[in-house]
């Protein structure tokens, strides 16, 4: 009575019975709408699917050469607002509104991060700048510095 193959066996099964099925229907669908019988069925299908790689890959490519821009001020509050008063409130509930602050404090931080990106943009011109008048004045000046 006791069942040898165990579940593994049954769910072997139930998968080649399911991929029976997905192919004949595949079979199916390819010789109504196309006309194709089953011997080019396959074919068929592996053009269609490297169609469907293609397609996936330009819209990789595309998504990869589009830069993202960061959100301006008006967008980072507006979106804070709507974080607070949507997804806070609702997974918080009415409690959330004795913290009236949490939602600043949140947006102070986002505001923060983009004024820290910004800094370090503008960071990075200063030290050219000054790389830049220490190569001159050791250019200049340098035989003098001895």
């Not at 192919?23 to 669908?29: G, K, Y």
Request: charged content about 20%; aromatic content about 4%; proline content about 2%.
């Amino acid at each position: 009575m006791s069942n040898v193959g165990g579940g593994d066996a049954d769910f072997r099964s139930d998968l080649t019975v399911a991929f029976m099925l997905l192919n004949d229907a595949r079979h199916r669908v390819l010789h109504r709408y196309l006309g194709v019988n089953r011997e080019q069925g396959n074919l068929v299908t592996a053009v269609a699917l490297l169609m469907v790689a293609e397609g996936a890959l330009a819209g990789a490519q595309r998504a990869r050469r589009s830069v993202p821009h960061p959100p301006s001020l008006a967008g980072t509050a507006m979106g804070m607002t709507v974080l607070t008063e949507g997804v806070f409130r609702m997974l918080a509930g009415v409690s959330v509104r004795n913290a009236e602050l949490a939602g600043s404090l949140v947006l102070i931080v986002v505001i923060g991060k983009q004024l820290q990106r910004r800094g370090h943009t503008a960071m990075d011109g200063v030290r050219a700048g000054v790389d830049g008048a220490r190569r001159a004045f050791g250019s200049r000046y340098g035989h003098r510095r001895r």
